[in-house]
């Protein structure tokens, strides 16, 4: 077994026991070996796949509306899925079931400290 073999499961582990606060450079820092690079650019392909007012939501004062996993795959495709399930080490499914359950406080934490911007979609402004 080589020692990345199990990559994917540690990370998954590492996300569930840190603070929101490390989560945008736990992310990111899988992102950088993807086609994305960081999470600016999972950000704003999630906005051009359709959930800009979903993405909105998790930077705004209102509650942060969920997103499904299907909802990440319509909306990055699934050849960009496959990419990030090879950087993160895991299965397409069990990448996007991370990434749903993780985005919305995440981009929020990387909003906050500007790490990442939202940009407001022309009907929500």
Request: aromatic fraction near 4%.
């Amino acid at each position: 077994m080589e020692l990345f073999d199990d990559f994917g499961s540690t990370f998954v582990g590492l996300v569930g026991q840190v603070q929101a606060s490390a989560l945008p450079q736990l992310l990111g820092a899988v992102l950088k070996k993807s086609e994305f690079g960081d999470l600016q650019t999972l950000v704003n392909r999630l906005q051009q796949g359709g959930l800009t007012q979903r993405v909105e939501s998790w930077v705004g004062q209102q509650p942060a509306s969920p997103v499904s996993s299907s909802e990440i795959i319509d909306a990055l495709g699934k050849d960009q899925v496959d990419g990030l399930s090879q950087a993160f080490g895991l299965t397409p499914q069990s990448t996007v079931t991370l990434l749903a359950s993780n985005l919305p406080k995440t981009v929020s934490e990387a909003s906050r400290i500007g790490l990442v911007k939202v940009h407001a979609s022309p009907m929500s402004a």
